[in-house]
T-cell receptor
């Protein structure tokens, strides 16, 4: 099956610093990737849609200047948490769907997640 | 706005029995519904997808039903094993854009020997 990787798997940073998380599709090209955040015992909350060659689209309430997304190639999307604060501590997960356009039904392949802790 | 509900209480079940999970949704008519498994500290793993015109789908010991009238999906794990212990998430597609999914909060399943 398709594999999506994330790096790093966990990171601890100090408040006020920035952290970059990479998401790679290893055996397929992904023009679209999704970034989620998950707090303990809660569901995955979609943060933004990463589009190769164009700007990311953010969900309501997600600060685009704080969570910078760059879809550098057909296999790589990065999420940078800028000026991180303790409340940004969470589990960040990316996913990439396979398949064509339109309202088609394709499963998503998720990365293993990145645990961010801001001290 | 669309809402997805899954039983928040953990489902404790004995090995060999069938586990049945429920996913209810409102204010939406999805083209398809998906079920994922998530282990602690890991990303979700795709299990099954069922389309709006399908009543039932099976994969090995897993079975999913989809009732668009009731706006409900049932997820069954037959002959459950301790290795099936995990949180199971249902997800619906979105009309906003391709591939965008909305997830339920998930139901934890604990299978005891």
């Amino acid at each position: 099956g398709a594999v999506v990787s994330q790096h790093p798997s966990w990171v601890i940073c100090k408040s006020g610093t920035s952290v970059k998380i990479e998401c790679r599709s290893l055996d397929f090209q992904a023009t679209t990737m999704f970034w989620y955040r998950q707090f303990p015992k809660q569901s995955l909350m979609l943060m933004a849609t990463s589009n190769e060659g164009s700007k990311a689209t953010y969900e309501q309430g997600v600060e685009k200047d704080k969570f910078l997304i760059n879809h550098a190639s057909l296999t790589l999307s990065t999420l940078t948490v800028t000026s991180a604060h303790p409340e940004d501590s969470s589990f960040y997960i990316c996913s990439a769907p396979r398949g064509g356009g339109g309202r088609s039904s394709y499963e998503q392949y998720f990365g293993p997640g990145t645990r961010l802790t801001v001290t | 706005s669309q809402k997805i509900e899954q039983n928040s209480e953990a489902l404790n079940i004995q090995e060999g029995k069938t586990a049945t999970l429920t996913c209810n949704y409102t204010n939406y008519s999805p083209a398809y519904l998906q079920w994922y498994r998530q282990d602690p500290g890991r990303g979700p793993v795709f299990l099954l997808l069922i389309r709006e015109n399908e009543k039932e789908k099976r994969k090995e010991r897993l079975k999913v039903t989809f009732d668009t009238t009731l706006k409900q999906s049932l997820f069954h794990i037959t002959a459950s094993q301790p290795a099936d212990s995990a949180t199971y998430l249902c997800a619906l597609d979105s009309t906003d854009s391709w591939g965008k999914l909305q997830f339920g909060a998930g139901t934890q399943v604990v299978v005891t020997p």
